[in-house]
């Protein structure tokens, strides 16, 4: 029985740690390098994440230096840090770049809440989810005899605690992360 709260914690785990990464990348008017390290760069016809071509350095409130390791992939970053909308435009100096983030906006920070709101959510969805496929499995095993009826209700309330705790996490999560915006 402890197989399905197991199973169904992982699976938690992991679309937690996703949205955790996910709000990372939310530009919240101040520079963090979440917000770059995993932009997709053509570096020789392959699309690579950029932490794996450069160290990236926080060095202002607002401003970061990402130093490139090959000097011939800096202009592939240079393009691929003007095409995301971070609403900056990159200076290279050879194998440094150097990006000024603009401060946001009132209609910038509503934008990025709302975002931050859908990311919570798809979470939430990906978490009823996971406890309906695992419900539907225990239902099956119980229709078959493998598990007691009262070992039923009892997974499913245990069920029913974790969805609350990681709920609540997320929750948390999301309004640190509104907080963060807000300021």
Do not use: C
């Amino acid at each position: 029985m402890d197989k399905y709260i197991n199973d169904l914690k992982q699976e938690f785990v992991e679309a937690f740690e996703h949205l955790r990464i996910e709000l990372a990348k939310v530009h919240t008017g101040r520079a963090s390098a979440g917000l770059i390290e995993d932009l997709s760069v053509d570096y020789f016809g392959a699309q690579t994440p950029l932490k794996s071509l450069a160290s990236i350095t926080v060095t202002a409130p607002r401003e970061m230096k990402i130093e490139v390791w090959d000097e011939t992939a800096a202009k592939a970053v240079a393009d691929s840090l003007s095409k995301a909308s971070l609403g900056s435009l990159p200076q290279t100096e050879g194998r440094v770049i150097r990006l000024n983030l603009p401060p946001m906006t009132g209609e910038n920070r509503e934008r990025m809440i709302k975002i931050v709101h859908e990311l919570l959510e798809k979470t939430k969805v990906s978490l009823r989810n996971s406890r309906e496929q695992a419900w539907t499995k225990i239902q099956e095993q119980e229709r078959a005899g493998d598990i007691r009826e009262d070992d039923k209700f009892h997974l499913k309330n245990d069920i029913q605690k974790l969805i609350d705790e990681y709920n609540k996490k997320i929750d948390e999560l999301g309004g640190n992360k509104e907080q963060e915006l807000k300021n």
